[in-house]
């Protein structure tokens, strides 16, 4: 990795350079930055996403929106790409592109060591993506989860919380229960 910081890359560079890597890599203002630190996701992070995943792939069938997760990159910036924990995509898909061309829906299960930066910068990057629609943040240990959604006057946001809480995503025709998210995940307290 020390070569891929000695100078600032291009998405064009860092996609080229993150297929011979072991691990993946958010590119931030052209630096490579291993995601999560060195470290894996918790069970408990694994358990949301794919349970999001779960809940999306039947909704989304016959669509022309399609889930994927964190190994597809989306673009923010000439030198970012972020790798969201869920993403839909509703573009016609490229079997040779390792990115994301019309994201729609971006996911991000908050924890510790990417909270501040999913609810700043990340938030930011993301709002500034011309087809995106919606962000969903999830709260791990805790049924929670905020939703920011594109308006004719902005971004708003609407919380959700408890098991009988659903988000509504009616511009790709799908819909999250709080419950169905949170299945088998052990909460605290």
């Not at 000695?6 to 297929?19: G, N, S």
């Not at 594109?150 to 009988?164: I, Q, S, V």
């Amino acid at each position: 990795m020390a070569d891929a910081q000695r100078k600032l890359m291009t998405v064009e560079e860092f996609l080229a350079w993150q297929r011979d890597q072991e691990e993946r890599y958010e590119l931030v203002d052209g630096v490579p930055i291993p995601l999560r630190g060195m470290t894996g996701a918790s069970n408990l992070h694994d358990v949301l996403v794919v349970n999001i995943i779960a809940n999306f792939v039947p909704q989304l069938r016959g669509s022309r929106c399609r889930v994927a997760t964190a190994d597809t990159a989306v673009r923010t910036s000439i030198r970012g790409i972020r790798r969201p924990d869920v993403t839909v995509d509703c573009a016609p898909p490229d079997p040779r592109s390792q990115e994301a061309h019309a994201p729609t829906l971006i996911v991000e299960v908050l924890s510790p060591s990417n909270r501040p930066a999913d609810r700043l910068r990340k938030i930011e990057e993301y709002k500034r993506l011309p087809t995106l629609l919606y962000i969903l943040l999830v709260e791990p240990g805790a049924m929670r989860a905020l939703l920011l959604e594109r308006t004719e006057e902005g971004w708003r946001d609407e919380a959700f919380e408890g098991p009988d809480a659903a988000i509504a995503l009616p511009r790709i025709d799908a819909t999250l229960a709080l419950r169905d998210i949170y299945e088998g995940a052990p909460l605290e307290g």
